[in-house]
């Protein structure tokens, strides 16, 4: 069946950085588009941040993330990443990467970021 599972969340300080993984595994993840979504704390739902093209040659972000964050993926390894630099408190948030791919939605379970100083 179809598993996203993310990694790489954390605590950092104010500036600092974190590389966030959304490792996939049954379906043909070149085929996907994939996103990075967040949930911040005491928000409604999952604000976008992301979504990187099938081969990767293309990228989209949110305004609040532009400069400072990349998504990147590795076909062969099934693997998405979120590089997150110069991060702020206001960047504290549940992190997830989700795909449609056939007719439904996958989500993975999220990783933890938190930004404190």
């Known amino acids: 069946q179809v598993q996203l599972v993310e990694s790489g969340g954390g605590s950092v300080q104010p500036g600092g950085s974190l590389r966030l993984s959304c490792r996939a595994s049954g379906f043909t993840f070149r085929n996907a588009v994939m996103y990075w979504y967040r949930q911040v704390p005491g928000g409604k739902g999952r604000d976008l941040v992301g979504?990187?093209?099938?081969?990767?040659?293309?990228?989209t972000y949110a305004d609040y993330v532009k400069g400072r964050f990349t998504i990147s993926r590795d076909n062969d390894k099934y693997t998405m990443f979120l590089q997150m630099n110069n991060l702020k408190p206001e960047d504290t948030a549940v992190y997830s990467c989700?795909?449609?791919?056939?007719?439904?939605?996958?989500w993975g379970q999220g990783t933890q970021v938190t930004v404190s100083s």
């Open positions: 979504y990187i093209s099938k081969s990767g040659d293309s990228t």
């Open positions: 989700f795909t449609h791919y056939g007719v439904d939605d996958y």
